[in-house]
């Protein structure tokens, strides 16, 4: 059962360095449904559903990252989940 779902946009040197792969990972580790891709301004979007607890695993993990990755901001919402049935890269 989907409890929540956030909407995290991550900013700074995220480009290049293995981020959604690794949040892809991160995200399958903790049991979330969501997706993940790069846009064109140089961030990264998520948008991750399951339980607060595991949601909130993700969200410190995204404040770091992967090790070649530089992480200035992670900008997020909680919003309605949408009941999506994996953890996609888009």
């Known amino acids: 059962m989907v ?3 956030v909407h995290i946009i991550i900013h700074g040197e995220v480009h290049g360095v293995s981020f959604r792969v690794s949040t892809q990972t991160k ?7 969501g997706w993940v ?8 979007e998520i948008h991750a559903e399951g339980s607060r607890d595991s949601l909130n ?5 995204c404040q ?14 909680w919003i ?8 996609r890269i888009l």
């Open 64 to 77: 770091t990252g992967p090790p070649s990755a530089n992480v200035s901001r992670c900008d997020l919402d």
């Open 57 to 61: 695993q993700l969200i410190k993990w």
């Open 80 to 87: 309605t989940p949408q009941r999506m049935d994996n953890f």
């Open 37 to 44: 891709r790069n846009l064109s301004n140089g961030t990264v």
């Open 3 to 5: 409890d929540v779902a």
């Open 27 to 33: 995200a399958l580790e903790v049991s979330l449904t």
